[in-house]
């Protein structure tokens, strides 16, 4: 539960960045919070509000979300596998599986310390991500620009802890850089969002044509119980 709770703070502090980026892009404070409630992925909501913010259509901004929610959908098939909830749990799970709460539970091996881990994690991150999404709303005019206080920087400082643990491999580093290089050239001479359509589409490509496991790479990279680091077995081990 300690666990489950840290990774809640950490991840919801954030949230204020998320508000004050949301309404800096042209929504008003209700429609992002609303956005944040109902959404809840914190890439596809950056990539939204980046989206519109670059004067990309609502379309672009739609697809761009929707890629990087894509991965949801995984951890969706793989907490169900795990916890196996039913009833009602079972449409609540589905709101709070993100990154961190398939995280915490996949890093436990006792099934009721993974069913404590996803929901202390998933419930945390929601109830903080959304306080601190008003807080940032609420603030977001007497901030003024995001940028003066490297808000605009949190969403990127997060997705690189996200995607840094993945690149172990040289096929996953060289993925990274062709699809960085993809984005890069294209910014300039394509619409807003497009790039990330280009670079996914790269990404899909590679993947199709790539001789590699189906599901590598699509596991959760944290191990929050520290299991390897005190020598027990952890499930990429075994």
Not at 25 to 33: I, K, N, P, R
Not at 126 to 136: D, I, R
Request: with cysteine; net charge neutral.
């Amino acid at each position: 539960m300690k666990i489950g709770l840290s990774i809640a703070v950490a991840t919801g502090l954030y949230g204020v960045s998320f508000g004050a980026l949301g309404v800096a892009s042209g929504l008003d404070v209700w429609q992002t919070v609303a956005l944040s409630a109902l959404m809840f992925t914190g890439g596809s909501q950056f990539a939204f509000i980046g989206v519109l913010a670059g004067g990309g259509t609502g379309s672009a901004a739609f697809g761009a979300a929707t890629l990087l929610g894509v991965r949801n959908a995984v951890y969706g098939m793989q907490m169900n596998r795990m916890l196996r909830p039913r009833g009602w749990r079972r449409l609540l799970a589905a709101q709070v599986t993100i990154d961190e709460s398939a995280a915490t539970a996949s890093g436990q091996l006792d099934p009721v310390e993974q069913r404590r881990g996803f929901w202390t994690a998933g419930l945390g991150v929601f109830v903080l991500w959304n306080l601190f999404t008003l807080a940032g709303a609420l603030l977001g005019d007497a901030l003024g620009d995001p940028r003066r206080w490297g808000l605009d920087g949190a969403a990127v400082a997060a997705f690189l802890g996200l995607l840094w643990p993945r690149l172990r491999a040289r096929e996953p580093v060289a993925l990274a850089v062709v699809c960085a290089l993809v984005t890069v050239l294209a910014l300039p001479r394509v619409p807003p969002g497009v790039p990330i359509l280009l670079a996914a589409l790269v990404a899909a490509l590679w993947g199709w044509f790539s001789r590699g496991p189906a599901d590598e790479g699509l596991e959760p990279d944290v191990d929050p119980a520290g299991y390897e680091d005190a020598g027990t077995p952890t499930r990429e081990h075994r």
